[in-house]
């Protein structure tokens, strides 16, 4: 048994921007069904004190840099047994909004702080100096939030081993050089083999040179950021931890008890492959929610997303009101929120096909569900895409997956080519250049089989039959674990 720090600013259901926060709860659990003896540490959020009705201060802590001191609460994580800890410093965590920041008004002011905080607070407990007499095997940070702790403790002789995962290499933690004097960090780390990036303090690079091993979240991500096109000028230094061995890329699995059909309390009707039918009530269902019409042979293409540039949703408006001119007989329901223009085209194009349409702004994860049981086709055409939980979440509901051929998409989906097909492996639609005119000629494709209901249905029970439980990659975990 090792004893694993799992270290992260995300945890479902406590609070979630994104995949980060699934998998930062469902590898824990995994690991510890494996006999894994695995705590969480992630800030005390508002979010997450008022989540717990009794919580329990176990240690107080000063840390360098920093002039109050700070608590470690402990609870654990909602429908587990896992041991979680919360750092409390209520100048840095207890406010109202999200984990970064508030909703339309950009990141804090004061994030450098925050997650120096957070990172002094995890390499305290790395090297059990917090008086819970429980030091780790393994420390295991995710993201840029947690990437200066692998560097303030890398010259400590009695530290653990470190991993650091990337779920994605487009936020950084960059600040001036000024963040890195007012927080007091050690001088020894700025120079450029260091968490200096170009006279700027890397948080991310903390976890990138410091770390005893990367892993980023598939293989496909893991290589394409070694390339000047995914790795934001980082792609020097991770071709050369690759070279190392010190570069590995393992899938995200997906919770299977919360994203399973047959027994999703969200959903109108549940199913399965031998109840595969029932699907078309949810499709019902989702029409109705969005004020569409119930009409069967409609294609419903889904969307749930953060709305960035990153997750093509540019294309989607393109390729989407080109199809609908063009009377193509599809629908569109899109559920997801972020930058202020997408949301205005969304709600633009739901304007002008409003019986075709639908468009939901906002945050809302039992709506999710009910996108991913009621639609056909889920749409995610991303630019990058380190992992992406949806496909795999579309996969296991039979809602085949149109993507983008990049990172975790290309190794998840598996297009239907004639051979494929025929094969019978085929489990979704992929294209590869990132225009709308690539994503329109694959939709057409998949318009088209639609029209084939053997092959369609066909297509729906393999996607069913994958197995992306955390089975498989919390085993690939472990065995990575033994080798530092
Ligand atoms: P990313 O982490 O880049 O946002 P992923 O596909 O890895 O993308 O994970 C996104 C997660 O966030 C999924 O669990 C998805 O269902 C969820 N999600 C994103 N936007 C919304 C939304 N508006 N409402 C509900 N869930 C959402």
């Given at each position: 048994?090792?004893?694993?720090l799992f270290a992260?600013s995300?945890?479902h259901?406590l ?6 926060a699934?998998?930062?709860a ?12 695995v705590?969480i ?10 989540a717990?009705?009794?919580i329990?201060t176990?240690a107080?802590i000063k840390?360098?840099?920093f002039y109050l001191?700070?608590?470690?609460l402990?609870?654990?994580l909602?429908?587990?047994?896992v041991?979680l800890?919360?750092l409390?410093?209520?100048e840095h965590?207890d ?6 920041g508030l909703?339309?008004?950009g990141?804090w002011?004061?994030?450098a702080?925050?997650?120096?905080l ?5 390499a305290?407990?790395?090297?059990d ?8 095997d ?5 993201d840029?939030?947690?990437?200066l702790?692998?560097?303030?403790i890398?010259d ?5 081993a470190t ?16 963040a ?13 083999d260091?968490i200096?990036f170009?006279d700027l303090?890397?948080f991310m690079?903390?976890?990138l040179?410091y770390a005893d091993?990367?892993t ?7 290589q ?5 096109e ?5 792609e ?7 070279k ?5 890329g393992?899938?995200n699995?997906i919770?299977?008890n919360e994203?399973d059909?047959?027994s999703?309390q969200n959903?109108r009707?549940t199913y399965?492959?031998?109840?595969i039918?029932n699907k078309l009530?949810n499709?019902a269902?989702i029409q109705?929610h969005f004020?569409l ?5 409609a294609?419903?293409?889904g ?6 540039s990153?997750k093509?949703?540019d294309?989607?408006?393109d390729?989407?009101s ?6 193509a007989n599809?629908?569109l329901v899109?559920l ?5 223009s997408y949301?205005?085209?969304l709600r633009m194009l ?8 639908g468009?939901?702004i906002?945050y809302?994860?039992?709506l999710?569900?009910k ?11 991303s ?19 149109v993507?983008?051929?990049?990172g975790?998409l290309?190794?998840s989906?598996t297009d239907?080519?004639d051979?494929n097909?025929?094969?019978?492996i085929a489990?979704?639609f ?8 690539a994503l329109?000629?694959?939709?057409l494709?998949?318009i088209?089989?639609?029209k084939h209901?053997?092959i369609?249905r ?5 996607a069913m039959?994958?197995d ?6 919390a085993?690939?975990?472990?065995e ?5």
């Amino acid at each position: 048994m090792r004893k694993i720090l799992f270290a992260s600013s995300e945890v479902h259901p406590l609070i979630k921007t994104g995949g980060l926060a699934d998998v930062s709860a469902s590898l824990p659990i995994a690991l510890q069904q494996h006999g894994q003896d695995v705590r969480i540490i992630l800030p005390a959020y508002r979010q997450c004190l008022e989540a717990f009705d009794k919580i329990e201060t176990v240690a107080t802590i000063k840390l360098d840099g920093f002039y109050l001191p700070v608590e470690i609460l402990q609870a654990t994580l909602p429908d587990s047994d896992v041991i979680l800890w919360l750092l409390h410093s209520p100048e840095h965590f207890d406010r109202e909004g999200g984990p970064y920041g508030l909703p339309k008004s950009g990141d804090w002011e004061d994030n450098a702080a925050r997650f120096a905080l957070f990172s002094r607070a995890i390499a305290v407990l790395a090297l059990d100096q917090a008086g819970l007499d429980w030091q780790p095997d393994i420390l295991h940070c995710n993201d840029w939030q947690t990437g200066l702790a692998p560097a303030l403790i890398a010259d400590e002789p009695n530290r653990p081993a470190t991993i650091f995962t990337i779920h994605n290499l487009a936020y950084q933690g960059l600040y001036p050089q000024s963040a890195f004097e007012s927080l007091d960090l050690p001088e020894s780390l700025w120079h450029s083999d260091g968490i200096e990036f170009y006279d700027l303090l890397s948080f991310m690079k903390g976890g990138l040179i410091y770390a005893d091993h990367i892993t980023t979240v598939s293989p496909t991500y893991a290589q394409e950021i070694c390339s000047y096109e995914f790795g934001y000028g980082l792609e020097g230094l991770l071709s050369q931890r690759a070279k190392e061995g010190r570069l590995t890329g393992i899938l995200n699995g997906i919770d299977n008890n919360e994203w399973d059909p047959e027994s999703d309390q969200n959903i109108r009707k549940t199913y399965s492959v031998t109840t595969i039918r029932n699907k078309l009530m949810n499709k019902a269902a989702i029409q109705h929610h969005f004020s569409l019409p119930e009409n069967y042979d409609a294609l419903v293409l889904g969307i749930i997303s953060r709305l960035v540039s990153q997750k093509g949703i540019d294309l989607t408006l393109d390729a989407v009101s080109a199809l609908m001119e063009s009377g193509a007989n599809i629908q569109l329901v899109c559920l997801g929120s972020g930058e202020a223009s997408y949301e205005q085209d969304l709600r633009m194009l739901r304007a002008r096909f409003p019986d075709k349409v639908g468009v939901h702004i906002g945050y809302d994860e039992s709506l999710a569900h009910k996108i991913e049981a009621g639609a056909d086709v889920f749409l995610m055409p991303s630019r990058f895409e380190p992992c992406g939980l949806n496909q795999l979440y579309s996969l296991r509901y039979g809602t085949l997956p149109v993507v983008r051929n990049t990172g975790g998409l290309a190794d998840s989906v598996t297009d239907a080519t004639d051979e494929n097909r025929k094969n019978e492996i085929a489990t979704g639609f992929k294209f590869e250049s990132s225009t709308a005119k690539a994503l329109e000629e694959r939709l057409l494709q998949a318009i088209d089989l639609y029209k084939h209901p053997r092959i369609w249905r066909k297509m729906m029970i393999t996607a069913m039959e994958q197995d992306y439980s955390w089975e498989k990659s919390a085993t690939a975990y472990l065995e990575l674990y033994d080798s530092l």
